[in-house]
C-alpha cells in the first residue's frame, strides 16, 4: 500500500511530496520522493542512520546522499537500495557535496542539455534540481542560478521571492554559456570522479581494484567507477565516452594487455585528460606493456606489497592533479 509521507533523507525540507511502499519481499520499503528520486532503504538503515532525530545527520549530510541516489540513478538500472553498509561508507567519506563552482557547472549542462533535446528554453526548473546539481537547498541552486545570470552565461525570466528561493523559468545559455558548456562537453572541465578501466573478473585484480584501489581514491576525496558500477540500459561505447569525458582523470590497469582498457586510455588522452597507468609487477618487467605506453607513468602492484602501492598511487595521483 502506498503512503504519502515525509521523504527520510530530504526530509521534503522544500516543501515536495514522497511516498513510501513495501519493496517486495525485502526488509526495505521503497520511496519516490520528487526532490531525491526513487531509492530503497533498508529498516535497520532507517532507523539506525535516516531517522528525523539522528544526531549529526544534518542537512547538508541529507542534501550529499539525495544527490548520491540522483547519481546513482542515473547509473543503474534500477533504484538504489540504502544499506547500513552503504550509509556507513557514505559517512565514512565525509559525505561530500559537489563545490559551488562544480555545482554552477552541473546547473550549465542541465540547462544546456534541457534545450538541446527539446529545442525552447526551460520552463521551470524542476523539483530535483538541486539534488541534481548537488546543492544543499533549493533556494542554494536557484541563487546559483541567478549568479550564471549575472554572469552572462544565462538567460529567463527571474523574479524575487522574499519568502523563499528566487522563481527562475525561460532558461537557456548565452553564447558566452554556450562556449563553456561545448567545452565542459569535450571533457575539458572535470568531473570529482575517476574512471578505472581494466579487465573484469580476474581473482587478483577485482579484490585489488574493490579494497584497496578505490578507497585509496576515496581518500584523496573522489569517487572511482569502472562500466560495472555504471552499467545501465543504452549502447556501451557512449556510456564509455561519458564517463570518460566527465571524469578528472582515467586509472587503467594494463596487466593483461585488455583492448578496451587502451581504447579507454587512448580516448582519454585524446581528450587531454589526465591518465594514470598501473600494472603488476612481474607482468611490466618481463612480458612488457606496448611500447606506446611503457614510457608514461606507470605505478606497479604485486599481491604481496599492495601497502606500498597504495600510498605510491595516492602519490601520484595527487602529484598529477595538483592536489
Given at each position: 500500500?502506498?503512503?504519502?509521507?515525509?521523504?527520510?533523507?530530504?526530509?521534503?525540507?522544500?516543501?515536495?511530496?514522497?511516498?513510501?511502499?513495501?519493496?517486495?519481499?525485502?526488509?526495505?520499503?521503497?520511496?519516490?520522493?520528487?526532490?531525491?528520486?526513487?531509492?530503497?532503504?533498508?529498516?535497520?538503515?532507517?532507523?539506525?542512520?535516516?531517522?528525523?532525530?539522528?544526531?549529526?545527520?544534518?542537512?547538508?549530510?541529507?542534501?550529499?546522499?539525495?544527490?548520491?541516489?540522483?547519481?546513482?540513478?542515473?547509473?543503474?538500472?534500477?533504484?538504489?537500495?540504502?544499506?547500513t553498509y552503504e550509509l556507513e561508507s557514505l559517512i565514512s567519506d565525509g559525505l561530500p557535496l559537489p563545490t559551488p563552482n562544480q555545482q554552477a557547472l552541473n546547473a550549465m549542462r542541465y540547462?544546456?542539455?534541457r534545450v538541446t533535446d527539446e529545442g525552447v528554453p526551460v520552463g521551470e526548473l524542476p523539483p530535483e534540481f538541486s539534488a541534481l546539481i548537488g546543492s544543499p537547498s533549493r533556494e542554494f541552486?536557484?541563487?546559483?542560478?541567478?549568479?550564471?545570470?549575472?554572469?552572462?552565461?544565462?538567460?529567463?525570466?527571474?523574479?524575487?521571492?522574499?519568502?523563499?528561493?528566487?522563481?527562475?523559468?525561460?532558461?537557456?545559455?548565452?553564447?558566452?554559456?554556450?562556449?563553456q558548456y561545448e567545452e565542459e562537453r569535450r571533457g575539458r572541465k572535470s568531473g570529482s570522479y575517476g574512471f578505472i578501466a581494466l579487465k573484469f573478473g580476474d581473482e587478483t585484480l577485482d579484490?585489488?581494484?574493490?579494497?584497496?584501489?578505490?578507497?585509496?581514491?576515496?581518500?584523496?576525496?573522489?569517487?572511482?567507477?569502472?562500466?560495472?558500477?555504471?552499467?545501465?540500459?543504452?549502447?556501451?561505447?557512449?556510456?564509455?565516452?561519458?564517463?570518460?569525458?566527465?571524469?578528472?582523470?582515467?586509472?587503467?590497469?594494463?596487466?593483461?594487455?585488455?583492448?578496451?582498457?587502451?581504447?579507454?586510455?587512448?580516448?582519454?588522452?585524446?581528450?587531454?585528460?589526465?591518465?594514470?597507468?598501473?600494472?603488476?609487477?612481474?607482468?611490466?618487467?618481463?612480458?612488457?606493456?606496448?611500447?606506446?605506453?611503457?614510457?608514461?607513468?606507470?605505478?606497479?602492484?604485486?599481491?604481496?606489497?599492495?601497502?606500498?602501492?597504495?600510498?605510491?598511487?595516492?602519490?601520484?595521483?595527487?602529484?598529477?592533479?595538483?592536489?
Open positions: 500500500m502506498t503512503e504519502t509521507i515525509a521523504c527520510p533523507v530530504c526530509l521534503s525540507a522544500d516543501g515536495y511530496g514522497c511516498t513510501v511502499e513495501p519493496f517486495g519481499s525485502r526488509d526495505a520499503r521503497l520511496f519516490d520522493c520528487d526532490v531525491c528520486g526513487a531509492f530503497a532503504v533498508s529498516r535497520t538503515a532507517l532507523d539506525d542512520y535516516l531517522e528525523l532525530r539522528m544526531p549529526g545527520m544534518t542537512r547538508i549530510k541529507r542534501a550529499a546522499i539525495s544527490h548520491k541516489i540522483r547519481v546513482n540513478n542515473d547509473r543503474l538500472p534500477e533504484p538504489w537500495m540504502l544499506t540547462i544546456g542539455d541552486a536557484c541563487n546559483l542560478v541567478v549568479e550564471l545570470r549575472n554572469s552572462g552565461l544565462i538567460t529567463g525570466l527571474f523574479l524575487t521571492n522574499v519568502n523563499g528561493p528566487a522563481h527562475v523559468q525561460e532558461l537557456s545559455l548565452t553564447l558566452a554559456g554556450w562556449g579484490p585489488l581494484v574493490r579494497d584497496h584501489v578505490k578507497p585509496a581514491i576515496a581518500s584523496i576525496g573522489y569517487d572511482a567507477v569502472d562500466l560495472r558500477d555504471v552499467s545501465k540500459a543504452g549502447i556501451i561505447d557512449n556510456l564509455l565516452r561519458i564517463q570518460i569525458r566527465d571524469a578528472a582523470f582515467v586509472l587503467v590497469d594494463l596487466t593483461h594487455e585488455n583492448a578496451g582498457a587502451y581504447w579507454e586510455a587512448g580516448y582519454a588522452e585524446g581528450l587531454g585528460k589526465p591518465v594514470l597507468y598501473i600494472c603488476e609487477k612481474t607482468k611490466f618487467y618481463e612480458k612488457q606493456t606496448h611500447f606506446d605506453t611503457n614510457h608514461c607513468t606507470t605505478v606497479l602492484w604485486h599481491s604481496d606489497h599492495v601497502e606500498e602501492f597504495v600510498e605510491d598511487l595516492k602519490a601520484t595521483l595527487k602529484r598529477s592533479l595538483n592536489i
